[in-house]
T-cell receptor, first 116, second 115 residues
Framework: SQELEQSPQSLIVQEGKNLTINCTSS?????LYWYKQKYGEGLIFLMM?????EEKSHEKITAKLDEKKQQSSLHITASQPSHAGIYLC????????????????FGQGTRLTINP | NAGVTQTPKFQVLKTGQSMTLQCAQD?????MSWYRQDPGMGLRLIHY???????DQGEVPNGYNVSRSTTEDFPLRLLSAAPSQTSVYFC??????????????FGPGTRLTVT
């Protein structure tokens, strides 16, 4: 079965600093999803990557999928208190994008704290 | 739209009791899933459904039952609660058409404690 390893597990950065969270898969990634979870709440979809070398950005968050499709990184530029929370990567199964999103395997999460 | 709703938000059960966690979505999504979240382990898939009348097991299905009689509702039943089922449970849904098939919409979660 596929396993996702996130690093670091916990991250504390000063407001305004850049940071990177990594997600490494034990198998080829056919669809890699990034979610953010605020403490005690549900998950909010950030981005989804499928193609090797693909990069997507949303506001100050950029996600990349490496060429070999086994690792993804999430980069936050000029961090703000609103970025605090738990970031999770999720991997979808092969066999088509339409049936991937509802049965994801998740990493253990990275807890991000932003100090003012 | 209310999105994905879950009830109750909190629940305490005694070992051996049964209960149903409710999940409903008003987005006409075909796909629905149940996950549990435990500290340091991310989310793990319990059961999922690709449409009314169709369900399948995920990674950790033991001790849980599901049914999907309508598109909107996807209840999760705990048959005989055990302390190992203490967790936060999330329901999620996703659609078939266009972009929405990439994105799962998550409910706010149900925090369950089994004593």
């Amino acid at each position: 079965s596929q396993e996702l390893e996130q690093s670091p597990q916990s991250l504390i950065v000063q407001e305004g600093k850049n940071l990177t969270i990594n997600c490494t898969s034990s198998k080829t990634l056919y669809g890699l999803y990034w979610y953010k979870q605020k403490y005690g709440e549900g998950l909010i979809f950030l981005m989804m990557l499928q193609k090797g070398g693909e990069e997507k950005s949303h506001e100050k968050i950029t996600a990349k999928l490496d060429e070999k499709k086994q690792q993804s990184s999430l980069h936050i530029t000029a961090s703000q208190p609103s970025h605090a929370g738990i970031y999770l990567c999720g991997a979808g199964p092969p066999g088509g994008r339409a049936q991937g999103a509802q049965k994801l395997v998740f990493g253990q999460g990275t807890r991000l704290t932003i100090n003012p | 739209n209310a999105g994905v709703t879950q009830t109750p938000k909190f629940q305490v059960l005694k070992t051996g009791q049964s209960m149903t966690l409710q999940c409903a979505q008003d987005m006409n999504h075909e796909y629905m899933s149940w996950y549990r979240q435990d500290p340091g382990m991310g989310l793990r898939l319990i059961h999922y459904s690709v449409g009314a009348g169709i369900t399948d097991q995920g990674e950790v299905p033991n001790g849980y039952n599901v049914s999907r009689s309508t598109t909107e509702d996807f209840p999760l039943r705990l048959l005989s609660a055990a302390p190992s089922q203490t967790s936060v449970y999330f329901c999620a849904s996703s659609g078939l058409d266009g972009r929405s098939s990439y994105e799962q919409y998550f409910g706010p979660g149900t925090r369950l404690t089994v004593t």
